[in-house]
């Protein structure tokens, strides 16, 4: 019986072409598929045989496919199950430009060496139509999703204000406040000299600060803020001399103070006048940066340094001296921002020269009114401002001779009342003083694109000083003027900080009852009213160890008895052996041996056991010594002559 031959030749991959093609008459028949399957090894010679191995061979885009079409070549290995589709897909994946040739004509689609399984078009049909409504889903569901992305960036949505905690400071205004960046600790000062830290790991629900202390004596704490590291602390006081405090509250650098007689302040080793502001580097933990009323700014380097290492001086109209009420760094720490008390702000590159400024507006602010803050945006391209005449405003560094915005009718008190951008800079904080028509006082949030109002929280029944929006926690915390701290937060978009302590239950202390023992001291006291000396605790201890009263010491274990029975006395080896084998009966060991002995002589001479009864047939009779006359007693012993020598 003769069996149709399939023939190996070049075959195209048209996926798009029907099952009743000229590919499948010729295999149906198996004589004619020789001549219809694009040319079979029957009418090749064999140059051109060698010369499409050649072919084959030296194009690596065929051999790649072959490779992904699990085909390594002819023969009965060659015929391998595969799926077509999951061939397809990685073809898309490995050659991107496999969509775009099949716009191509067929002629100039690439060849593929090797048998076409009969199913391959079926399978690619159905394959091209999954892929079709795949794109279909895909392309709604990016609908959905820039739908919810929308939804999402709602500012209104952003803020994180469901929630409220307030922790109490003290009685007076809070003037400081800072956050750790690792967001585990807080730290505020107040108008009362008074510093705080608070932990959220540690706290309960009652919001008690672990630590209370007065770093500065008797100044008002204007500025706190961590390092980059949140190892240290920097308190800029009411005083001229700035501090260093560790995580814990302990001093390890204080400023040294400037001589206030020299003209000249790059000359002196420090500030002269009561500080204004300071921050840290944003990336050196050990440099920071003080402003004061002095006119000057100062860069401090080191922990150990004795005096600063650079001098900034601000200058009004005219080359004037001017103060300087607040200064900051940016993101990157190339410009250096500082707003003075004549309404002016003005920046320092930090790569050159601090003699002349790199940005200087004058009449940002209203003159005479202190610029209370100057913050830099994440992005490092905006700039905002706050200032006592009841104004904020948002500059734009590439376009610095006029505002972006400004939003009036903010009143403010304090000279310490800040702003602060959003984590993604798309809202700016603030709050207010509270005014004498009002109930509460409001923290306002703006857009910083389209400078609309967002949303207004009231916060306190007093004045707003600080705003802190923590970007790691996603929470805002709120000094206020009658001593608390609000912290605003979300439950599904706020982690840890307050959201640890609102679930532990406050526990209350057992109360410990002391009393106070006053010792009378008297030397020449008679014995038996002297008293004793007082004594070490350690040595008060090791007494009532000894004393078993004292020390509670339990009953000790019973070492001797029988049968259940404590004996009286005797714990030695031959009362054991007299009790247990010597004699049937108990003895007491603490009665006298002799009558012990007597009460057994009756027994003993009626029934005779041990010795009698070996005597009784040579000695019936027991014979014992007796006591001589009186008469024959010998007279008084003769004493001793030498005649006896």
Not at 87 to 112: H, N, S
Not at 224 to 247: F, H, P
Not at 248 to 271: A, N, P, V, W
Not at 534 to 542: A, D, G, I, Y
Request: charged share 25%.
């Amino acid at each position: 019986m003769q069996r149709g031959k399939i023939s190996f030749g070049k075959i195209q991959l048209n996926i798009n072409q029907p099952p009743d093609g000229p590919n499948a008459d010729a295999n149906e028949d198996g004589k004619e598929s020789g001549s219809s399957g694009g040319g079979g090894f029957k009418k090749m010679d064999k140059q051109q045989m060698i010369r499409q191995i050649e072919d084959v061979a030296e194009d690596l885009e065929s051999q790649h496919l072959k490779e992904v079409m699990g085909i390594s070549g002819f023969g009965r290995k060659a015929a391998q199950v595969f799926d077509i589709n999951e061939q397809i897909a990685k073809a898309k994946i490995t050659r991107p430009g496999v969509e775009k040739k099949r716009e191509v004509p067929e002629q100039e689609e690439e060849d593929v060496i090797g048998p076409l399984p009969p199913a391959a078009v079926e399978d690619s049909k159905q394959g091209c139509k999954d892929e079709a409504t795949n794109k279909v889903e895909d392309s709604d569901d990016d609908c959905s999703s820039d739908e919810d992305s929308d939804d999402e960036q709602s500012l209104s949505k952003r803020i994180p204000y469901t929630h409220e905690v307030q922790m109490q400071h003290g009685s007076r205004a809070v003037l400081a406040l800072a956050g750790d960046p690792s967001g585990a600790r807080l730290v505020s000062g107040s108008i009362d000299y008074d510093m705080c830290f608070w932990d959220f790991v540690g706290m309960d629900s009652s919001m008690r600060s672990f630590r209370q202390l007065q770093p500065c004596e008797n100044h008002p704490i204007r500025s706190l803020q961590y390092s980059v590291t949140g190892e240290m602390i920097l308190v800029i006081s009411g005083n001229a001399q700035a501090k260093v405090l560790d995580r814990d509250g302990f001093e390890k650098l204080e400023c040294c103070k400037g001589d206030q007689y020299i003209s000249d302040m790059s000359r002196t080793k420090g500030h002269v006048a009561q500080l204004t502001s300071g921050c840290w580097h944003p990336f050196n933990r050990e440099q920071f940066l003080t402003a004061a009323l002095d006119g000057t700014l100062r860069i401090w380097q080191g922990l150990k340094a004795k005096e600063q290492c650079q001098v900034i001086k601000t200058r009004a109209i005219g080359g004037l001296r001017t103060n300087a009420s607040s200064c900051n760094f940016n993101r990157d720490a190339t410009l250096i921002a500082a707003g003075c008390v004549d309404g002016s702000i003005q920046t320092w590159d930090t790569r050159k020269m601090f003699v002349n400024t790199t940005h200087c507006v004058r009449g940002a602010h209203q003159k005479g009114a202190e610029i209370t803050s100057i913050v830099f945006s994440y992005m490092g391209q905006q700039l905002a401002t706050r200032s006592n005449d009841e104004t904020m405003k948002l500059w734009d560094l590439r376009k610095f001779k006029q505002p972006l915005n400004t939003w009036n009718n903010l009143y403010s008190r304090y000279d310490t009342t800040d702003c602060c951008f959003s984590p993604d800079d798309r809202l700016l904080v603030t709050g207010e003083s509270l005014p004498k028509d009002q109930a509460e006082a409001n923290l306002y949030f703006y857009s910083t694109k389209s400078f609309q109002e967002v949303q207004r929280i009231p916060v306190s029944n007093s004045h707003v000083v600080k705003t802190l929006w923590h970007p790691k926690l996603n929470q805002l915390f709120v000094s206020c003027g009658n001593g608390t701290i609000k912290c605003l937060y979300d439950e599904k978009r706020s982690i840890r900080g307050a959201t640890l302590c609102v679930v532990k239950t406050h526990r209350k202390r057992q109360q410990m009852e002391m009393v106070g023992i006053s010792q009378i001291i008297t030397p020449h006291a008679l014995p038996l009213f002297r008293q004793e000396k007082s004594r070490s605790s350690r040595k008060k201890m090791e007494k009532a160890r000894m004393d078993p009263v004292k020390s509670k010491r339990p009953d000790l274990p019973i070492t001797s008895g029988q049968g259940g029975r404590v004996a009286s006395s005797g714990g030695t080896l031959s009362s054991y052996v007299i009790r247990n084998l010597g004699l049937s009966k108990r003895v007491d060991d603490d009665q006298d041996p002799r009558e012990a002995i007597l009460k057994y002589a009756k027994d003993a001479a009626e029934n005779p056991y041990w010795i009698a009864p070996a005597y009784k047939v040579t000695q019936p009779k027991a014979i014992f010594s007796e006591k001589l006359p009186t008469d024959t007693e010998p007279s008084t012993k003769k004493p001793r002559t030498e005649a006896d020598n």
